[in-house]
């Protein structure tokens, strides 16, 4: 059975038997008790070690392999799966046979269980290659996909489907195409009518919805934002207003979204800022009492401030619209900004720390923000207290902030001691021990 999957691949053109696949469909086909399974896993063993391919058969190998999406058994459908995935990764030749056989496949069952087989293969396969995306875009296959979305007759589907899709927009990196097809109105339109954006949120869909419409404009942003929908930014806005935010998980799930939408533009940024519903629920620590949930909004707005996360240059907002919202976040919680992070950065609980960490490291990857951190009387002290903090993650981030501030283009305006000081604690490293002298030691 190793032998004849191996031959479909590995022989020269020359040397294939001419029957080879005849007889492996042959064998499954009369006995599969005996040989599906066994067959399976040998193509699929086959697929995965494949780097060349010199027959012409490549068609009729995906209609053969994609035959089996079908199956009853889970173990031979999911290697059918990843043996069409592992061909397309490695050889362009079988991306086109394996998207129309997919799409032959899709179109010839009832079965939710099978569409979800085709839709997870066609989808990890435009994943992982430009060109097969443009192609299955082009075939229609993705309509497929979007027919899925639409059917409200089967929300569980949907539901599966929207993770499929979450599984694309969180890919790093993404390729134009994926962004440009998943940031489209025929993927975002039906997705901000579930998370509330027109109207009702779906009590089922809403939530993971808006989760994926996050993950959308936050990774996608950079690509696609110059043909970013007006009408999606407002209408992922109205999905903010609507969702029901009550709960850990709700409130999670709320500062994801809302971050996402203030760091999609300058102007969604400036309209969350203005909005005093979307500002307060975003920003205001007062009614957070999980270390978690504390974690995530500091680090929210961290990643709306951190210019390095910005794939395009020059797409991250200005200073000036990133000290607005370090003033407004500051504002919302009634005391100076920097003023907050140096009393988290005291906290007892390691998370809270942590979350303060992320947004001072954020603040200090802009000379500006080096300046404000610096202009604090406590800021610099905490910088060379190398006792405050305990923890091997602690330890690193509070490092990565005096190597930035270091590092930044405020270091030739510093005091002679100050770059001294600031270079000792970079050159022993995030994890110092002090020594005690031996006179030391014996008078205790």
């Not at 990764?89 to 010839?108: H, T």
């Not at 407002?234 to 939408?261: M, P, W, Y």
């Not at 950065?345 to 080096?370: D, F, N």
Request: hydrophobic share 45%; with cysteine; glycine share 4%.
């Amino acid at each position: 059975m190793t032998r004849l999957a191996d031959s479909i691949f590995f022989l020269d053109e020359s040397n294939v038997l001419p029957g080879d696949l005849l007889v492996l469909t042959y064998l499954v086909s009369s006995n599969p008790e005996k040989y599906l399974k066994e067959a399976s896993r040998a193509v699929n063993s086959a697929a995965e070690r494949v780097r060349t391919y010199n027959g012409d058969n490549s068609s009729r190998i995906a209609q053969v392999v994609s035959s089996q999406l079908t199956s009853h058994d889970v173990e031979v459908s999911d290697n059918a799966s990843k043996a069409m995935i592992a061909m397309c990764k490695r050889l362009d030749i079988f991306v086109g046979p394996s998207i129309e056989a997919i799409s032959f496949c899709w179109s010839q069952t009832s079965s939710a269980i099978v569409a979800v087989r085709c839709a997870t293969t066609l989808i990890e396969i435009t994943i992982a290659n430009e060109s097969a995306m443009d192609l299955a875009v082009s075939l229609t296959a993705m309509d497929n996909v979007l027919r899925i979305l639409n059917d409200p007759t089967d929300p569980l589907t949907q539901m599966t489907i929207i993770d499929l899709l979450e599984r694309m927009a969180t890919t790093k990196p993404i390729h134009d195409s994926a962004a440009r097809w998943i940031s489209s109105d025929q993927v975002v339109g039906p997705l901000l009518e579930m998370a509330g954006g027109s109207g009702e949120i779906d009590p089922l869909l809403g939530g993971p919805a808006l989760k994926l419409l996050s993950f959308i404009f936050s990774n996608v942003r950079h690509q696609v934002s110059a043909n970013m929908n007006s009408n999606h930014l407002q209408g992922f806005k109205r999905a903010l207003h609507n969702f029901d935010s009550s709960g850990e998980i709700g409130r999670l799930d709320f500062v994801d979204a809302v971050s996402s939408f203030a760091s999609a533009t300058n102007d969604t940024l400036i309209g969350t800022l203005d909005d005093p519903f979307l500002r307060e629920k975003w920003l205001s620590l007062a009614s957070v009492a999980q270390p978690k949930l504390k974690y995530v909004v500091l680090s929210s707005i961290a990643r709306v401030i951190d210019p390095s996360l910005y794939t395009q240059q020059g797409k991250e907002p200005p200073d000036s619209l990133a000290f607005r919202l370090l003033k407004t976040f500051g504002a919302v919680n009634s005391r100076d900004a920097v003023d907050i992070l140096l009393s988290l950065a005291k906290s007892p609980i390691v998370e809270t720390r942590l979350g303060s960490y992320v947004l001072m490291h954020a603040i200090a990857k802009r000379a500006a923000g080096v300046k404000l951190m610096l202009g604090h009387k406590d800021f610099f002290n905490f910088l060379m207290d190398r006792d405050i903090e305990t923890t091997k993650e602690g330890k690193e981030s509070k490092y990565f902030i005096v190597k930035t501030v270091l590092e930044s283009e405020v270091h030739s305006m510093l005091a002679d001691d100050v770059v001294e000081k600031l270079q000792k604690v970079v050159d022993q490293g995030p994890f110092v021990v002090k020594t005690i002298a031996w006179e030391e030691m014996a008078t205790e």
